[in-house]
C-alpha cells in the first residue's frame, strides 16, 4: 500500500491552480457574474526614509 501525503503548500497551490482556470477559461460560473472588468493594483514600498514619495510622484 503506497503512503499518500498532501502537504498544506500543495493543497493551496492545487486550489490556486483550479481558480486560475476556472476564472480564465469560464467553466466555472463566477465569471459570468462580474460585472466590471477586473483591476489589479501594485503596491510600491520604499525605504522608510523617503517621506512619502512614491510612484505617483514620478511624472
Known amino acids: 500500500m503506497s503512503k499518500f501525503e498532501l502537504s498544506r503548500r500543495k493543497l493551496l497551490q ?4 483550479l481558480g486560475a482556470v476556472g476564472l480564465t ?3 466555472l460560473p463566477i465569471r459570468s ?3 466590471a472588468p477586473l483591476t ?3 503596491v510600491y514600498v520604499g ?3 523617503d517621506f ?3 510612484q505617483a510622484h514620478a511624472v
Open 47 to 49: 525605504p522608510r526614509d
Open 25 to 27: 477559461s469560464g467553466i
Open 40 to 42: 489589479i493594483g501594485i
Open 14 to 17: 492545487g486550489g490556486a491552480a
Open 52 to 54: 512619502g514619495w512614491n
Open 33 to 35: 457574474a462580474l460585472a
